[in-house]
């Protein structure tokens, strides 16, 4: 069964840190693209950070830049956030980029983050 299961959100402080981490099960997670993407009460799905499949090339959304690092190790993907912003507050998804290949398209089922003071 194919399966992205993502952890590590929760309630941090503004200028804090977490960490969050996406598990692939059941595919060969290693050669697909893979991405984080946020989604915050009444806006529409962004991508925020991807990564190919070999690490080489990485891409973030300009409002992350130089805060956020993604970065991938077998079958996990990570999403490092830094300086964390109350407008950071969304639902962050992983996603495996199957269409890029021909495939079908895998997402997880998603982790809060809750920015506040």
């Known amino acids: 069964q194919v399966q992205l299961v993502e952890s590590g959100g929760g309630l941090v402080q503004p200028g804090g840190s977490l960490r969050l981490s996406c598990a692939a099960r059941?595919?060969?997670?290693?050669?697909?693209?893979m991405s984080w993407y946020r989604q915050a009460p009444g806006k529409e799905r962004e991508l925020v950070a991807y990564?190919?499949?070999?690490?080489?090339g990485t891409n973030y959304v300009d409002s992350v830049k130089g805060r956020f690092t993604i970065s991938r190790d077998n079958a996990m993907v990570y999403l490092q956030m830094n300086s964390l912003k109350p407008e950071d507050t969304a639902v962050y998804y992983c996603?495996?980029?199957?269409?890029?290949?021909?495939?079908?398209?895998?997402w997880g089922q998603g982790t809060q983050v809750t920015v506040s003071s």
């Open positions: 996603k495996a980029e199957g269409q890029r290949l021909g495939y079908r398209d895998y």
């Open positions: 990564i190919t499949s070999n690490s080489v």
């Open positions: 059941g595919f060969t997670s290693s050669s697909y693209p």
